[in-house]
């Protein structure tokens, strides 16, 4: 394959690609086939606000290549230009081995940097097809991982609660009825937090609707740091909260939630500095299959659970009495 139809395949394999790390498998592929001579790695900024980028790749043999470095030390992206490194390198992240070169070519995609392709020679300069080559791969690289973050941001917008950042309704009925169906399959337990705020319009009343606010973002940042790999943490509405935990038996769910309503007690919220006062949370707690054998009917379960857990004084977990109906 000629190398113009080579860059061109390359082209059309980043267009396919549906996320980032899929991306840089195809960049760092077709250089190594574009550029077998050379050595190299891809550094990205994980955010678009970071002032470090990171390795996510790497092809060939490169001398001691830096595995994530401050933006300012790379003198290409300081410039937002290719900067050719021989013998006396320009970039305080390079170290050369003797004899070779490397060159240093921004990612951009509207005057904006996403990242850096580092290309290494161990003998002699690159040539400058072989830059331009870099050059080019590079633009349509930037490209493809700029549309890529834009669905990722459009998708998250879709399914995230703008105000606490957690997951919304819609995405919370869509993940619970995938949870309860791959249970169903493994024969496994889906366990169900539903929580609420104690005397929510106690804190709307005294601090405005604002402070109220305030105090759902904060107990949205605190559910997202308990959740662990698999977990959905959602809204569910007003200031109501939805926890699906796929695999947790009735007692691994019981006592989440038992750790959830003492720990709630250390959030320190204040609008305009003042302190919003003590938070405590009424939870439920409910497991598919023992307590609904379809995902409406355990989510009747929890809803009952934490309505009881209401009407028996707060700051409680009250567990699911029995199978709900379908």
Not at 231 to 237: E, I, K, L, T
């Amino acid at each position: 394959m000629k190398r113009s139809e080579r860059q061109l395949d390359i082209v059309a394999q980043l267009q396919a690609c549906l996320t980032a790390e899929d991306a840089y498998k195809v960049i760092a592929q077709g250089l190594q086939q574009l550029l077998p001579t050379t050595s190299g790695k891809l550094y990205v900024r994980k955010e678009p606000g970071d002032f470090r980028v990171e390795a996510v790749e790497s092809w060939g043999q490169c001398a001691q290549a830096e595995p994530a470095f401050q933006l300012h030390q790379c003198h290409a992206l300081r410039l937002m230009k290719v900067v050719e490194n021989a013998q006396t390198p320009v970039c305080q992240h390079v170290v050369l081995p003797r004899g070779g070169s490397s060159v240093c070519v921004p990612l951009m995609a509207d005057s904006q940097a996403s990242g850096l392709l580092y290309l290494e020679s161990a003998a002699g300069t690159l040539t400058s097809r072989q830059r331009q080559l870099a050059r080019n791969i590079a633009r349509q690289s930037a490209l493809a991982l700029r549309n890529l973050q834009e669905r990722k941001e459009l998708k998250e917008r879709a399914t995230r609660d703008k105000l606490t950042g957690l997951y919304n309704r819609a995405f919370m009925d869509d993940s619970l009825e995938r949870e309860v169906a791959r249970a169903h399959r493994e024969k496994s337990p889906v366990g169900l937090i539903m929580l609420d705020i104690d005397y929510f319009k106690r804190y709307n009343t005294d601090f405005t609707w604002v402070g109220g606010d305030a105090l759902l973002r904060a107990l949205g940042e605190f559910l997202a740091k308990q959740v662990r790999g698999g977990d959905v943490a959602c809204r569910y509405g007003g200031e109501e909260f939805l926890l699906i935990l796929p695999g947790a038996s009735l007692k691994a769910t019981r006592q989440r939630a038992q750790k959830l309503r003492k720990e709630v007690k250390e959030l320190q919220v204040s609008y305009e500095n003042k302190p919003l006062g003590a938070v405590s949370l009424s939870l439920g707690v409910a497991v598919f299959p023992k307590h609904g054998t379809n995902p409406k009917s355990v989510l009747h379960a929890v809803n009952a659970a934490l309505s009881r857990a209401k009407a028996e004084g707060r700051d409680r977990v009250i567990v699911a009495s029995s199978l709900q109906p379908a």
